[in-house]
């Protein structure tokens, strides 16, 4: 898995843990009074200290091991604008790729997929123009059978 990959589910379990810890929070919470008309609430049993020792734990390691890979990517040469520069490169590059696949290439040729995707193309309408002719003939058919029904004939 690379480092960008890495860092993603770090995040992810940062961000669990921060979901983790905020509901153990409100669960450990002590009551509070809502208003002077209603009585005094019950004081909380639970030992809330020692479960905030146990959450704190997980929070360091990721902590932790998220500065660990941020530390391992590599660093660019030349600031933020060698970056940009990099960026504006492969996104011309991705743009060409895409070109050269829906686009008459060099030699004045359809790319591949599309003299594949023509020649399917032909067929499946071949197979839809044969497959029309036969729901007709069925169709015409079937009205013959039904006025023999009506008029009460025998096939021919």
């Given at each position: 898995m690379?480092?960008?990959s890495q860092l993603q589910e770090q995040v992810n379990t940062v961000a669990s843990v921060a979901f983790n810890t905020f509901g153990t929070l409100q669960r450990d919470a002590p009551p509070v009074q809502?208003?002077?008309?209603y009585p005094e609430p019950p004081a909380n049993a639970n030992g809330g200290e020692d479960a905030s020792n146990l959450a704190e734990q997980p929070k360091l390691l990721?902590?932790?091991?998220?500065?660990v890979l941020v530390a391992a990517l590599p660093l660019s040469e030349g600031g933020e604008e060698a970056q940009m520069k990099r960026i504006a490169e492969l996104q011309i590059?991705?743009?060409n790729?895409?070109?050269d696949l829906f686009f008459v290439n060099d030699k004045g040729?359809?790319?591949?997929?599309w003299a594949e995707n023509d020649a399917v193309g032909?067929?499946?309408q071949k197979q839809l123009e044969a497959a029309e002719k036969e729901l007709r003939q069925v169709q015409e058919l079937f009205s013959q059978a039904t006025d023999n029904c009506l008029n009460l004939k025998k096939p021919d």
């Open positions: 690379d480092i960008i809502l208003s002077p008309n990721s902590a932790e091991l998220f500065d590059v991705k743009m790729n895409i070109l040729t359809l790319p591949y997929a032909q067929e499946l």
